[in-house]
């Protein structure tokens, strides 16, 4: 089992910054890829970034990889979602996850936070 918790979601202009985190539990941390989702009410879940075992990131949009970057600590069992350049549009809440495949899929991942709600004001 993982339990994974996030932190770092807020109240932000656009054009403004968020670090998101997600603390992790268990000591099989780097064994999992980790990733960020985000949802907006009647929307499905939406990938947004993961971060590979072997530390590769991919994004969800050209967009995502424009202005966000993921990344991770295995001696801290963290992973750090760092938002630029955010837009309104980004208005969702962010929800990490930890599974064995960096799918796009939500369904493929086997762990998942409360999340933490990031709005975006205009």
């Known amino acids: 089992q993982v339990q994974l918790v996030e932190s770092g979601g807020g109240l932000v202009q656009a054009g403004g910054s968020l670090r998101l985190s997600c603390a992790a539990s268990?000591?099989?941390?780097?064994?999992?890829?980790m990733g960020w989702f985000r949802r907006v009410p009647g929307k499905e879940r939406e990938f947004v970034a993961a971060?590979?075992?072997?530390?590769?990131?991919?994004y969800g949009t050209d967009s995502m990889k424009d202005r966000f970057t993921i990344s991770r600590d295995n001696a801290k069992n963290t992973v750090i979602l760092q938002m630029n350049s955010l837009r309104p549009e980004d208005t969702a809440v962010y929800y990490c996850?930890?599974?064995?495949?960096?799918?796009?899929?939500?369904?493929?991942?086997?762990?998942w936070g409360q999340g933490t709600q990031v709005i975006v004001s205009s």
């Open positions: 996850a930890a599974g064995l495949d960096s799918s796009t899929k939500a369904l493929t991942w086997n762990f």
């Open positions: 971060v590979r075992r072997s530390g590769g990131s991919v």
């Open positions: 268990g000591r099989t941390f780097s064994s999992y890829a």
